[in-house]
C-alpha cells in the first residue's frame, strides 16, 4: 500500500465547477504539502498544512489529523487551473543520527483538466 | 519573491560521464533537498541537508550520488557514473525553517538526458 494516496486520478471538470482532490496518507506526518505541477514541469507550493483549513482566493485546504486525510477545493475552476496537483506528506523520521528534517512522501497525483 | 534557481535546465550527457547538477536555494534558507521525477512517475524524494551535512537519504541516492554546498549559494548534485535509468527531471527544494512548518519552495528542475 502506497503511503500517499490521491484520488481521483484523473479529473475532468467544466469551467466554473467546484472541485475536490482527496489525499489519504498511512503514516504519521507533522504536516502535508498541496503542490500545483503545471505542464511544463515547474512545481509550485500551494499549501502547507499540520491542522485545521487554509484558504487562498479560490483555493481552500483542509486536513483532519485523526483521520489522516486532506482535501483540496477549487471553486470556480478555470482552464489555468489544469496541472498535477500533488499532497506529499512531511514526515519526521529518525535515523541512526537522530532527527532527520523535511522528507516529502510524494503520491502519485491527481491530473485535472478544466475545459472552457 | 525570491526563488531557487536550477541549472541548466536540460542538461544531455552520455551514459558513464559525471553530471553536476546546479542549485542557488532561497538566500536565507537553511534546510536544502533534491528530488527526481522520472517521465510519468511521481516525485521521489533523493536527499536533504542541513548545517554542511546530508540529513537523510532515500535508497535511491547511492554510492554514486553525492550532495555538497561549496559556498554560501550553491547547493550541487553530482552524478559520477550516470546510466540511462538517471534520465529524469531533478527538483531542487529548500526551506527556511524545518519546525515551524515552513513551506519547501522549489526550483524549475533541470531535465537529465542520458544517451
Known amino acids: 500500500k502506497n503511503e500517499v494516496e490521491q484520488s481521483p486520478q484523473n479529473l475532468t471538470a467544466q469551467e466554473g465547477e467546484f472541485i475536490t482532490i482527496n489525499c489519504s496518507y498511512s503514516?504519521?506526518?507533522?504536516?502535508l504539502h498541496w503542490l500545483q505541477q503545471h505542464p511544463g514541469g515547474g512545481i509550485v507550493s500551494l499549501f502547507m498544512?499540520?491542522?485545521g483549513k487554509k484558504k487562498h482566493g479560490r483555493l481552500i485546504a483542509t486536513i483532519n489529523i485523526q483521520e489522516k486525510h486532506s482535501s483540496l477545493h477549487i471553486t470556480a475552476s478555470h482552464p489555468r487551473d489544469s496541472a498535477v496537483y500533488i499532497c506529499?506528506?512531511?514526515?519526521?523520521?529518525?535515523?541512526?543520527?537522530?532527527?532527520?528534517?523535511?522528507?516529502?512522501?510524494f503520491g502519485q497525483g491527481t491530473i485535472l483538466t478544466v475545459h472552457p | 519573491e525570491p526563488e531557487v534557481t536550477q541549472t541548466p535546465s536540460h542538461q544531455v550527457t552520455q551514459m558513464g560521464q559525471e553530471v553536476i547538477l546546479r542549485c542557488v536555494p532561497i538566500?536565507?534558507?537553511?534546510?536544502f533537498y533534491w528530488y527526481r521525477q522520472i517521465l510519468g512517475q511521481k516525485v521521489e524524494f533523493l536527499v536533504s541537508?542541513?548545517?554542511?551535512?546530508?540529513?537523510?537519504k532515500s535508497e535511491i541516492f547511492d554510492d554514486q550520488f553525492s550532495v555538497e554546498r561549496p559556498d554560501g549559494s550553491n547547493f550541487t548534485l553530482k552524478i559520477r557514473s550516470t546510466k540511462l535509468e538517471d534520465s529524469a527531471m531533478y527538483f531542487c527544494?529548500?526551506?527556511?525553517?524545518?519546525?515551524?512548518?515552513?513551506?519547501?519552495?522549489f526550483g524549475d528542475g533541470t531535465r537529465l538526458s542520458i544517451l
Open positions: 503514516v504519521g506526518i507533522s504536516a
Open positions: 506529499p506528506v512531511w514526515g519526521v523520521a529518525s535515523n541512526a543520527g537522530g532527527t532527520s528534517y523535511g522528507k516529502l512522501t
Open positions: 498544512l499540520s491542522s
Open positions: 538566500s536565507n534558507h537553511l534546510y
Open positions: 527544494a529548500s526551506t527556511t525553517d524545518f519546525f515551524s512548518n515552513q513551506p519547501q519552495h
Open positions: 541537508f542541513y548545517n554542511n551535512e546530508i540529513s537523510e
